[in-house]
C-alpha cells in the first residue's frame, strides 16, 4: 500500500507527512512532484500544506492548475481515498473537487495554535476509527482558513452528510464552524487543521491519540493493520 | 494592433463579511469621524495589458482567462473589467 504527497512549489508540509505516514503508521510514502505524472500504484494521494505559489492570487488557485490535478481527479472520480490538509484543502477547494471557498479569517490573523475539532462524519476513509463527536486535540496554522459556502452549498453538505469537522470553538468565523468537509462520495477529504502536526505525543501537549486515529482509518481503510 | 490596459476588479459578493473593508473604515475613517463614508468594500484589482482590435474584444479575451484560469471565485466574488484605452 503507497500513498503519495504531492509537492507543489511552496508546500512545506510534505516532509512532515512523509515522516508520519512512513516513520509512524509504516505505510510507503512517496514524495511526487506536481508536474510528474501520478505513479500507478498508489492507493491514497495526500496534498500536504503550506503556501504553494505563495498563496498569489488566492490560495491553492494557481496549484489547482498543476498537471498532477488532473490525474488527482481521475483517482477521485474511482473512489481513491484523498486528503487534503490546510494548503491541500485549499487546493481541493480551488480545483473543483470540493465545494466553498476559503477566504482570510475574520481577524484576518495568521493563526497558529492549539485548538479541537469535532467528528461529524465517521464514515469516510480518514474517520472511520473515530467515534461520532469525538473531540480531537490539533493544531492550526493558517491565513486563509475561514471555510465558506452559500445557503444552499450548506445545506447540501448537512444533507449529504458532507460536513466531516467542525471546530470546537469559535475561530476564524468558518460557515457552521466548518474545519473539514468531504465530497458527496465520501472519497476525498479537505481539512484545514494539522493531523501530521497532532498524531505524535512528542509534539501534541495534549492528547495525540484521536489525531492519530486519522491516519489508523486510512490504514483501515487501505486493509492494513494498525 | 493597438494594445489595450484592462483593470479586472475582484470583489467579494456583498453577503460575504469582509473584514478588511470593516477595519478600514471602522478602526480609520471613522475614528476621525468622517461619518458621511458609509461603507467601505476592499477588492483586488489586476491590471492586464492586451494587444487587441478593439475594446470589446480586449474586455472579452480578459473576461474569458479569468473564467478559465478561476481567477475569481464565482461562488464568493463577482469580477468586473474597465479599460483605460489603447
Not at chain 1, 172 to 193: D, F, Q, R, T
Not at chain 2, 54 to 82: D, G, H, M, W, Y
Request: glycine residues 6%; positive net charge; contains cysteine.
Amino acid at each position: 500500500m503507497k500513498v503519495a504527497v504531492i509537492v507543489f512549489p511552496g508546500s512545506n508540509c510534505d516532509r512532515d507527512m512523509h515522516h508520519v505516514l512512513t516513520d509512524v503508521f509504516h505505510l510507503k510514502s512517496q514524495l511526487v512532484w506536481h508536474t510528474d505524472e501520478l505513479p500507478k500504484n498508489i492507493d491514497a494521494i495526500v496534498l500536504p500544506g503550506g503556501f504553494s505559489y505563495g498563496d498569489r492570487l488566492r490560495a491553492g488557485v494557481i496549484a489547482a492548475h498543476s498537471p498532477i490535478i488532473k490525474d488527482v481527479k481521475k483517482m477521485a472520480e474511482k473512489g481513491m481515498p484523498i486528503l487534503g490538509v490546510c494548503n491541500g484543502f485549499q487546493i481541493l477547494v480551488e480545483s473543483g473537487l470540493l465545494p466553498g471557498a476559503l477566504l482570510k479569517n475574520t481577524s484576518l490573523n495568521f493563526m497558529c495554535k492549539w485548538t479541537e475539532i469535532i467528528v461529524k462524519n465517521n464514515k469516510t476513509p480518514f474517520t472511520n476509527k473515530l467515534k461520532l463527536d469525538q473531540r480531537i486535540p490539533i493544531a492550526i496554522a493558517n491565513g486563509e482558513g475561514r471555510y465558506y459556502a452559500d445557503d444552499k452549498t450548506l445545506a447540501l453538505l448537512k444533507k449529504n452528510n458532507q460536513i466531516v469537522f467542525t471546530y470546537a470553538e469559535e475561530v476564524n468565523g468558518a460557515s457552521l464552524g466548518i474545519a473539514g468537509i468531504s465530497n458527496k462520495a465520501g472519497n476525498v477529504v479537505g481539512m484545514m487543521p494539522h493531523p501530521e502536526r497532532s498524531a505524535e505525543q512528542i509534539i501534541n501537549p495534549n492528547n495525540s491519540k484521536p489525531a492519530s486515529l486519522i491516519f489508523e482509518s486510512l490504514l483501515n481503510t487501505l486493509g492494513v493493520t494498525a | 494592433m493597438p494594445s489595450f490596459k484592462v483593470n479586472v476588479i475582484i470583489e467579494n459578493k456583498p453577503e460575504i463579511v469582509d473584514p478588511e473593508g470593516d477595519t478600514i473604515l471602522n478602526d480609520l475613517i471613522l475614528k476621525d469621524k468622517k461619518t458621511s463614508i458609509k461603507k467601505v468594500r476592499s477588492a483586488k484589482m489586476l491590471r492586464f495589458v492586451i494587444d487587441a482590435k478593439n475594446k470589446e474584444s480586449a474586455e472579452k479575451t480578459v473576461l474569458t482567462i479569468c473564467n478559465q484560469f478561476r481567477i475569481f471565485n464565482p461562488l464568493v466574488s463577482k469580477v468586473s473589467v474597465e479599460t483605460l484605452g489603447a
